[in-house]
């Protein structure tokens, strides 16, 4: 598998399980949970776009 690849299937992960974690904080009014989310969610967009950088680069 391309690095590129990696990246971008990684970081929509990453980008799913942060917002699920932000929304389950919400849900139940913990706030270090929800803002856990929130940052693996960035953390996701990151990486994601990262790999989208990488796949332009590669070609």
Same mark, same amino acid.
């Given at each position: 598998?391309?690095?590129? !690849? +990696?990246?971008? !299937? ?6 799913? +399980?942060?917002? %699920?974690?932000? !929304?389950? =904080?919400? %849900? %139940? *009014? ?6 856990? =989310? ?9 990486? +994601? +776009?990262? =790999? ?6 590669? *070609?």
């Amino acid at each position: 598998m391309k690095s590129s !690849t +990696k990246n971008k !299937t990684e970081g929509v992960y990453h980008e799913g +399980k942060g917002k %699920i974690k932000e !929304t389950v =904080g919400k %849900i %139940i *009014d913990k706030p270090s949970l929800e803002a856990e =989310g929130q940052a693996e969610k960035v953390a996701g967009k990151v990486q +994601k +776009k990262v =790999g989208e950088v990488q796949e332009v680069l590669e *070609d």
